[in-house]
């Protein structure tokens, strides 16, 4: 297995974006495609403007980035939270964050809540109550429903639609929590869709790949859209794996304006 870097050309049809591929562990096979892009003129293809480089997986998101994801879990708009104040009946609420990311509590005022793990938040209630109002306060947060933190899984599975991030999840689990792929999905065409640091990338799996253990499972967090078997999903991979058809591991694209 060796890492390469090298570059590689990708001009999306009436799209006017910079590309950088990144690669993983190369199999030997592929070296000798690779060198020849590299020597000499390091551009394959029609526009200068994609580089490929090496690579372990797509960046895990910041923590600006899981405003809308967590490890833990940030608290995030529209949220529903249980807000216990232990011994006092009157402070036991259940209150939802707004769309700015606030919320109200009696005697407390308006807290910024978005962006907050619920440890966070009973602490900052547990300071603003000490001493004016209660002596020794001891402030629960459990959160209720989740709004903010899903994950969209679409293409050929039995249920599309949008599901919670709730603690570690992985590419096949968010597959699986969709009902699984339907009978004849291309299970080589899965691309995860993400914002990370600020930038949208883009990554493309075989889940039989992941099944046989070829490489892991990649973890996906609150906000990537996840495409199972969409064929114009896979199209921005197009001209690479045209030059690459042997390709068997992940590949990343990074996406520049």
């Known amino acids: 297995m060796v890492y390469v870097t090298g570059s590689l050309v990708y001009q999306p049809v009436r799209k006017k974006w910079k590309l950088v591929f990144m690669l993983i562990r190369l ?27 090496s690579s372990d997986d797509l960046p895990e998101p910041s923590r600006a ?26 402070l036991n609420k259940k ?8 919320l109200s509590f009696p005697l407390v005022g308006v807290i910024e ?13 547990e300071k603003r109550l000490r001493g004016r109002y209660v002596r020794d306060p001891q402030v629960t947060v459990n959160l209720d429903e989740t709004v903010s933190q899903v994950i969209t899984v679409d293409g050929q599975v039995d249920k599309p639609g949008l599901y919670p991030v709730i603690g570690r999840m992985t590419l096949m689990r968010a597959v699986a929590t969709a009902g699984g792929t339907t009978e004849f999905a291309k299970l080589n065409d899965v691309v995860i869709f993400r914002n990370a640091d600020g930038q949208q990338m883009a990554g493309l799996y075989n889940l039989k790949d992941i099944r046989r253990g070829n490489y892991s499972d990649p973890e996906v967090f609150a906000n990537d859209v996840v495409i199972v078997g969409d064929s114009q999903a896979r199209r921005i991979f197009k ?11 992940p590949l990343i694209i990074l996406f520049q304006n």
Request: glycine content about 8%; proline content about 8%.
């Open 95 to 102: 209150v939802q964050i707004d769309a700015s990311g606030r």
């Open 27 to 53: 199999p030997l096979l592929l070296l000798p495609v690779l060198l020849a892009s590299c020597a000499g003129s390091s551009v394959v293809g029609s526009s200068p403007n994609v580089t490929l480089v």
């Open 65 to 90: 980035d899981l405003l809308a994801t967590n490890r833990p879990y940030l608290i995030g708009p529209f949220d529903k939270l249980n807000i216990d104040v232990f011994g006092i009946e009157d």
């Open 239 to 249: 001209d690479f794996l045209q030059a690459s058809p042997l390709l068997t591991t």
């Open 113 to 125: 809540a978005a962006g907050s793990t619920p440890d966070e938040l009973a602490n900052e209630i």
